[in-house]
Antibody
Framework: QVKLQQSGAELVKPGASVKLSCKTS????????MSWFKQIPGQSIEWIGM????????GYNQKFKGKATLTVDTSSSTAYMDLSSLTTEDSAVYFC????????WGQGTLVTVSS | DVVLTQTPPTLSATIGQSVSISCRSS???????????LNWLLQRPGQSPQLLIY???NLESGVPNRFSGSGSETDFTLKISGVEAEDLGVYYC?????????FGSGTKLEIK
């Protein structure tokens, strides 16, 4: 069955960077898209961007350009998201989800930015 | 960006009651390819979002048929015909016709 397993919670200092992972199984990773989302607890969901695993092509929400960088490693069927220059406003749960219309989601990774 | 306005923000229902949630878009969600990329998702407490309905009215595999979606252009509705206890959580509409993808603010369903 399809599984998306995200990396564990992160506590990071302001100004630092963090790399989140989304390890997949149960489907052909190299011909699929992966999207990433941000959700501040108690608030709605924002789409960060997507990446095509076949060629690494990306599309970003303008709001997150310069903040998030999406990559993939097809050898391990894993998608990654780098978040840079972190501030307290980046504290949130981040989800990965496979292929529109997003029937499959990871369990989420909580990122807390605090000194 | 497309703004999706959901109403009501909170809904309280008894088991077996039928309820509806509205999602209104600031722009038409009819795509040039003829499809309308409006989906509904449920996020239960502490869980990831779950896809219920895609392209306005298509029930995702495994989703109970008490959930149904309707609408067109800018006005959409999710109906639950006979609420069950497991339906509690926050319901979101989401559009993918216009970049960037955007979500409504959510409707919290509480069980009386």
């Amino acid at each position: 069955q399809v599984k998306l397993q995200q990396s564990g919670a992160e506590l990071v200092k302001p100004g630092a960077s963090v790399k989140l992972s989304c390890k997949t199984s149960g489907y052909t990773f190299s011909t699929s898209y992966m999207s990433w989302f941000k959700q501040i607890p108690g608030q709605s969901i924002e789409w960060i961007g997507m990446i095509y695993a076949g060629d690494g092509g990306t599309g970003y929400n303008q709001k997150f350009k310069g903040k998030a960088t999406l990559t993939v490693d097809t050898s391990s069927s894993t998608a990654y998201m780098d978040l840079s220059s972190l501030t307290t406003e980046d504290s949130a749960v981040y989800f990965c989800a496979r292929d529109y219309p997003f029937a499959y989601w990871g369990q989420g990774t909580l990122v807390t930015v605090s000194s | 960006d497309v703004v999706l306005t959901q109403t009501p923000p909170t809904l309280s229902a008894t088991i077996g009651q039928s309820v509806s949630i509205s999602c209104r878009s600031s722009q038409s969600l009819l795509d040039s390819d003829g499809d309308t990329y409006l989906n509904w998702l449920l996020q239960r407490p502490g869980q990831s979002p779950q896809l219920l309905i895609y392209s306005v009215s298509n029930l995702e595999s495994g989703v109970p048929n008490r959930f149904s979606g309707s609408g067109s252009e800018t006005d959409f509705t999710l109906k639950i015909s006979g609420v069950e206890a497991e339906d509690l959580g926050v319901y979101y509409c989401m559009q993918a016709t216009h970049a960037p993808l955007t979500f409504g603010s959510g409707t919290k369903l509480e069980i009386k």
